[in-house]
């Protein structure tokens, strides 16, 4: 069975992970976000496909969800001796050496997805792992400039653009979000593979992933919510929403910017039923199966926590059942 999966960060890892499990055989692609990408210290640094690969090849710091794990962080405390910053990104000793090998394979003319297939060669992931695009997009979010922290560069509206890692990691989301922005994506062309294994694959998924700004900067991409629709097989997604809220991160703020509440069923209208087919919900959102299926999409309510892989691997297997049955 050939499976694809949108991924973005930690919610679609862990999923991976879990899916890789209920299905050992298949050959998944994973087609992941590069929204979040940012340079740093003259480095390209790419945190979703670095926690999928780093996840499914056992080197991610477990707890934290991101980096390495039994991680230093000598070089930090060395550029920050020199002032140099950002002082709000934190990049460990071993997760640098994959930026600057990155790096080194931009500067020698390297597409990324085939960099991100020679730092896979080493991790293994037992995927293929796939960047949504070779071309640069990053995800920018737009705040008020007086809640930005920095006096620089607001517009006549007194709105400010800043990275999604500034907003994120910089001002802990905790400021509104009026808009979100995938600069670059609609100049951007799919991967090459990517629009490829959709058209031959036989069931998508959508993991818990961030429907704003990981699945929806992958949709983003000229080319691939087309090839999806048109592959004429299974798409089912899993709730990032679980009883009104993320289960981590800043989803709901995301989805407040693009107006679209944080709810199971809310976000599943707002992939629409052009898109998926069949749409999971954890149990403590049973109620929302009837509003999901008025907007003509199959749903259920399964257990949706990734507590721990088998949990995840349970959550695969409801995905995959439900593939089989939703078309049938
Ligand atoms: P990021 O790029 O690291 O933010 O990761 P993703 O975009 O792949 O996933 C983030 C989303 O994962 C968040 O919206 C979380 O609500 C969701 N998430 C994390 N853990 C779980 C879980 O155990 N169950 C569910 N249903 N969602 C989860
Ligand atoms: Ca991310």
Known sequence: MRIVVLAGGIGGARFLRGLKSAAPDADITVIGNTGDDIHLFGLKVCPDLDTV?????????????????????????????Y???????SLGDRDFATHIIRTQMIAAGYPLSAITEALCA???PGVRLIPMTDDRVETHVVISASDSGSAAGPDDRGRKAVHLQEYWVRLHASVPAHAVLPVGAEQSKPAPGVLEAIAK???????????????GT????????EAITAAGV??????PIV????????????LTAVGVEATAAAV???????????????????????????????????????TDVEAAAQMAREALAFASEVRA
């Open 53 to 81: 690969m780093y996840t499914l090849g056992g080197g991610v710091h477990e707890e934290q969800g991101w980096g390495r794990a039994e991680e230093t962080f000598a070089v930090k405390e060395e550029l920050t001796a």
């Open 83 to 89: 002032g140099v910053g950002p002082e709000w990104f």
């Open 122 to 124: 080493r991790w293994q």
């Open 201 to 215: 694959a036989d069931v998508i998924l959508f993991p818990p992933s961030n429907p704003v700004v990981s699945v």
């Open 218 to 225: 992958i949709l983003a991409v000229p080319g691939i919510r």
């Open 234 to 239: 299974p798409v089912i997604g899993l709730s």
């Open 243 to 254: 009883g009104n809220a993320p289960v981590r991160g800043m989803a709901d703020k995301m």
């Open 268 to 306: 599943a209208a707002h992939y629409s039923s052009a898109l998926l087919d069949g749409w999971l919900v954890d149990t403590v959102d049973a109620a929302a199966v009837g509003k999901v299926e008025e907007a003509g999409i199959g749903c259920r309510a399964v257990p949706l926590m990734m």
